[in-house]
């Protein structure tokens, strides 16, 4: 089993739906990262949890540390949010990030 | 100045050819890493610099070779490459190792 997961692997909406990608996690960490990567290669840091939720514009992210998941939340969702959307762990020991497979979004218009 | 700067944006080399890739952060970040990106796959930590000191190697193959010259700097030297080496590098910074990171847009390395 991985150290993380997400769910779904791949999603498909219309412009303007509501989106959530899922990230669940089986070992202890300090900070989880959800990490935009639009084709062509640059990762972008959207946003670092350790604890509740954040907002920014039309993204939202949540943590339950207690169940050990985080989703990520787009409103009225946009073609240019298209992109491959990776969950990361910060392990609450070491230095090093453990990755989730990415979800890959597609959004159409 | 919050971008992490990578140099070349791709790169073609041989087997027998000797190349760098270098990456370039001016935010005083004191944490560099070097990741490994194969297509439709999550990046693959490679080397992690921890105030210009190597800390962590994920037993990378010796044709990889980092350097990390000053604070802001960080090289990753190529040599004899395989053609499985062939992949999408990733250099990223953060303040500390509890802090967000900052990802450049990588080299895209084929080797022939």
């Known amino acids: 089993k991985n150290e993380v997961e997400q769910s779904p692997q791949n999603l498909t909406a219309q412009e303007g739906e509501f989106i959530t990608i899922n990230c669940s996690y089986s070992?202890?960490?300090?900070?989880l990262h959800w990490l935009q990567q639009h084709p062509g290669g640059g990762i972008v840091s959207l946003f670092m949890l350790s604890s509740g939720k954040k907002k920014h514009g039309r993204l939202i992210a949540t943590i339950n540390i207690q169940e050990k998941h985080s989703s990520l939340h787009i409103t009225a969702s946009h073609p240019r949010d298209s992109a491959v959307y990776i969950c990361a762990v910060r392990l609450d020991y070491g230095q090093n990030f453990v990755f989730g497979p990415g979800t890959r979004l597609s959004v159409l218009p | 100045d919050t971008e992490v700067t990578q140099t070349p944006k791709h790169l073609v080399m041989g087997m027998t050819n000797k190349k760098s890739l270098k990456c370039e952060q001016h935010?005083?970040?004191?944490?560099m890493y070097w990741y490994k990106q194969k297509a439709k796959k999550p990046p693959e930590l490679m080397f992690v610099y921890s105030y210009e000191k190597l800390s962590i190697n994920e037993s990378v193959p010796s044709r990889f070779s980092p350097e990390c010259p000053n604070s802001s700097l960080l090289n990753l030297h190529l040599h004899a490459l395989q053609p499985e080496d062939s992949a999408l590098y990733l250099c990223?910074?953060?303040?500390?190792?509890?802090?967000?990171?900052?990802f450049g847009s990588g080299t895209q390395l084929s080797v022939l």
């Open positions: 070992v202890g960490i300090s900070a």
């Open positions: 990223a910074s953060s303040q500390g190792f509890y802090e967000k990171l900052f």
């Open positions: 935010m005083g970040h004191r944490a």
